[in-house]
């Protein structure tokens, strides 16, 4: 069998060990065929692709990033987009594709199994939002970053007396924030899921001064003030009509100022949660999602996404997995609520 493979949406510490995987079990095992489409859907739609064989994976395993490159390309957004992709695939030869993304990157998958294209795909991001999965590899990377951040910041926000807020990716979920702020011992976390008083926020903020430790806010990118509406930098949309986010971190730090007195100030970590190379349990996570994928293609088991649930990896439907986001419940947010202020 000749089998594509493409990597679409925000990149995320882990893609390159699924590729590996994939081709490592694929050609030895099956005696399967590789072809690697280049940056996400634009791969199939506009015929761009590469090479990918055992030697083209040796040595990516520990790479952030992806060797085959990524994008927010939207084929509905084109006309005649999937079936270009189709028409594509046919005179490549291409018999099936293991898309690895997220929500829109597996939204377009789904669509296209549904017109007959043999297809897999295997779930990606570091927001951790992908319902039918109990974790997205790239997420624990992001996790790790954000918490060593927030580590460092605890020294320099007690020397100046400072509030320092951290401001963390996941668009509208707050699965990096609620469990960097945990491990790193924030004073509030505030995410996407429950919009917060910035009134309450600063009584935490003073309260955490008064017994003279330094606050750290850590704030996900997508959370909203009850007060007001989603603070964002700019209005753009991405392809699949994400609103860009960041700005809220900003926001917080100068209401803290104006409310309080205490000099605070904001750090961004953007893009640096998804660069780099991935922790171990990305790693061993990702590696097992792509085994079981090229196995689900051997064995004919279209319109399926592979999936963490508890310790074993099993096989859902696309159309359940990209149903829903998986948002952060209140229970969870709780747990953290013990320890602010
Ligand atoms: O979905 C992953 C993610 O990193 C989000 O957390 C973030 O909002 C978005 O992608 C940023 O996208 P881009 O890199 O296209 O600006």
């Known amino acids: 069998m000749k089998v594509g493979i493409l990597t679409g949406g925000g990149d995320c510490p882990g893609l390159n060990a699924v590729i590996r995987a994939i081709v490592r079990k694929g050609v030895p095992t099956y005696g399967h065929e590789f072809i690697g489409?280049?940056?996400?859907?634009?791969?199939?739609?506009?015929?761009?692709?590469?090479?990918?064989?055992?030697?083209?994976?040796?040595?990516?395993?520990?790479?952030?990033g992806t060797i085959l490159g990524s994008s927010r390309t939207n084929p509905f957004k084109e006309e005649d987009g999937l079936?270009?992709?189709?028409?594509?695939?046919?005179?490549?030869?291409?018999?099936?594709?293991?898309?690895?993304?997220?929500?829109?990157?597996?939204?377009?998958?789904?669509k296209l199994a549904e017109l007959g294209v043999q297809i897999v795909g295997v779930p990606k991001t570091i927001d951790n939002d992908l319902n039918a999965t109990d974790y997205t590899f790239g997420f624990d990377t992001a996790v790790n970053i954000a918490t060593e951040?927030?580590?460092?910041?605890?020294t320099t926000a007690e020397s100046h007396h400072r509030a320092l807020v951290v401001e963390?990716?996941?668009?509208?979920?707050?699965?990096?924030?609620?469990?960097?702020?945990?491990?790193?011992g924030a004073s509030v976390i505030l995410i996407p899921e429950i919009p917060f008083s910035i009134a309450k926020v600063c009584e935490y903020v003073e309260s955490r001064f008064r017994t003279n430790y330094a606050p750290i806010i850590v704030v996900s990118e997508g959370a909203i003030p009850q007060e007001g509406d989603m603070v964002v930098?700019?209005?753009?949309?991405?392809?699949?009509?994400?609103?860009?986010?960041?700005?809220i971190g900003e926001w917080v730090a100068q209401q803290i100022e104006i409310r309080t007195g205490k000099e605070a100030r904001t750090s961004v970590l953007g893009h640096i949660q998804r660069g780099g190379t991935p922790t171990a349990f990305d790693r061993v996570l990702a590696t097992r999602l792509g085994l079981h994928a090229i196995t689900a293609v051997h064995e004919g088991d279209w319109g399926k996404m592979v999936s963490l649930q508890g310790t074993q990896i099993v096989r859902v439907g696309l159309a359940e997995a990209t149903a829903n986001?998986?948002?952060?419940?209140?229970?969870?947010?709780?747990?953290?609520?013990?320890?602010f202020g």
């Open 83 to 110: 079936a270009r992709i189709q028409k594509n695939l046919a005179a490549l030869g291409v018999d099936a594709l293991i898309a690895i993304g997220g929500e829109d990157t597996l939204g377009v998958a789904k």
């Open 149 to 154: 951040a927030i580590d460092r910041l605890h």
């Open 233 to 247: 930098k700019d209005q753009s949309l991405d392809a699949f009509g994400h609103v860009r986010l960041s700005g």
């Open 168 to 184: 963390v990716m996941g668009r509208h979920a707050g699965w990096i924030a609620l469990h960097s702020g945990l491990a790193g």
């Open 37 to 64: 489409f280049r940056d996400g859907w634009r791969g199939p739609l506009e015929n761009v692709t590469m090479p990918l064989d055992i030697q083209s994976v040796r040595g990516i395993l520990t790479r952030g």
């Open 325 to 339: 986001l998986k948002l952060v419940d209140p229970q969870r947010y709780a747990e953290a609520e013990v320890f």
